[in-house]
């Protein structure tokens, strides 16, 4: 019985290890090129994240896995997202200036339009295509935001680490999400391709 059991166990092992390699390749392709079942890999990769983020921190650099991710979500969720009515864009409040004179409320941060950073160019290309902009410093404010404001689309924009533990985060839920790499991490003064964004928005217009 027992030696049936272990026989179970490794073949369970064997298989867990060959799904999680084909899952990783699949989506490292897919960031050149659409790939099949895109859905069923993003799902493999998120029921195997914490081994494989593991594995990555010790061998490798984590922050490959979430690019990976994202780019194999942003596949699986690419025409769900174009399905989507009531569209939320958020955006993480280092992208904003410095000397910002906006408040925070338990939304996010309130943007005056100062004109003193990206956010007043990403508050008008949101309101042209029909998304509601928040500005959030934490997962806290996402929490607030869906629990007050209904919303079937969330449009991220953040680095892929927040990206990939967003869409994990809103997994299993009614909501579809789609991100949006910034061009560098941090604290402050992070960026976006702007082309990126609008090419982004016109796709799914």
Known sequence: MYNLIGKLLLVFLVLSVLVSALSLYVSRVSLTRNVWLSGFFANVLDFFFLPLKYFFCKFSDPRKLDKWMVSLKNSAHRSDFGNTKKRLMLVPHCMRS??????????????????KCVMDKLKEDANKY????????GSSFVKNI??????????????????????????????????????????????????????????FA
């Open 146 to 203: 869906l629990s007050d404001h209904y919303a079937d689309g969330v449009l991220v924009i953040a680095c892929d680490y927040e990206i990939n533990k967003g869409m994990r985060f809103l997994a299993g839920t009614s909501v579809v999400t789609y991100g949006i790499p910034m061009l560098n991490d941090g604290c402050y003064n992070t960026k976006v391709d702007d082309k990126l964004v609008t090419d982004t928005l016109e796709m």
């Open 98 to 115: 410095l000397d910002c004179p906006a408040y925070a409320t338990k939304y996010g941060i309130q943007c005056k339009s100062c004109g």
């Open 130 to 137: 029909g998304y509601d902009l928040y500005i959030v410093t």
